[in-house]
């Protein structure tokens, strides 16, 4: 039926809104870098990880949420 083709392209376009946003996200991110001094090396390490691993939890419990909808079929 015309209405379910509907509402199956309305469920999967909001899944890819929503997956786009959190594509945004990380491009846009900031890896705010410092330099670290070991005895044999200098490296550059993230300064704020907290919060990089917040986004990430807060991105992959998103992306799991959109995974179990029976509408992801198509993005998978």
Excluded at 17 to 34: A, C, H, P, Q, Y
Aim: proline share 1%; charged share 25%.
């Amino acid at each position: 039926m015309i209405s379910d083709i509907s509402t199956t392209a309305t469920h999967e376009a909001a899944l890819e809104g929503i997956l786009n946003k959190v594509i945004n996200l990380w491009e846009s991110t900031d890896f705010r870098l410092i330099t670290h001094n070991l005895d044999t090396c200098t490296v550059k390490i993230i300064a704020s990880a907290d919060d990089v691993m917040a986004q990430l939890e807060e991105s992959r419990t998103t992306i799991m949420s959109m995974k179990s909808s029976r509408y992801a079929e198509p993005i998978k």
